[in-house]
């Protein structure tokens, strides 16, 4: 899963507040990769905007940030690095319960401040991106400098974040498992009231308003059976008493307990019972 809707709003909130006091922004990436975008672009350093406005730059950008968002999240630690491009950037990753979530990102920083050598350097790095210089340089001398305790406490204050988001997150799982539940506990009851009637996975899946997918593995998960198994067993239970009490026909009590034909009855029957109806009804009556 990811990241959840409210931990996102969290995260809006906490770049907005951010940005107004540092001018940096925050971001999030998601276990797979994806950019959530928390914060506008007008947010992001008018320097690094101004580089991925290129198909090279972007693609430059994105490599950088990829490669590093994979190297917190095999570590399980925070990175701090220098782009492409010479800029600080810091990546915090995000686990909940050993399971990677994605990462938070910041900075587009510069650990010194900029001189005409260092942006003639940068401009080397940069060449085949083909920038206009004089904008380039406006940027880049305009790019936010901090020092080495002030990256720590960045660093900080994301880990404090993220900590603060992964025990929503924990909660949040812990009452969506408490939830899945009831959920497979109302399928059962639903499995168990319905039984006579044509029933299917998806038909089951509505009634407790889950995805067939998704009720198909937690009703497995939590019941240890499919549940359809589940359904089939119920029935021949049901057809198991009716043998023993009554004399009933065979085929009669296949439709009485929802199977929609004597083959299908008996093959089920004889699965799970490991003896046929006649049989079963046989040595019970002795």
Known sequence: MLINIAAKKILQDYHAILHKLVGIPIDLVSATGEVMTLCPSEHYNPFCHYIRSCSRGENACTSSDGENCDKAKATGKSVIYECHAGLIDIVVPLFVNDRYMGCLTTGQILRKKPTQKSFRELKEKIKAFDLDEDKLKEYYFNTIVMSEKQIEALVDLLSLISSYILESENKLLFLESINEKKKTLGARQYIEQN????????????????SPSHFSHIFKEEVGTSPINYLNRFRVDRAKEILKNSNTSITEISHSVGFQSLPHFNRIFKNIAKISPGLYRKSKKR
């Open 195 to 210: 039984y006579k009637k044509k029933l299917t996975i998806d038909n089951i899946a509505s009634a407790v308003f889950l």
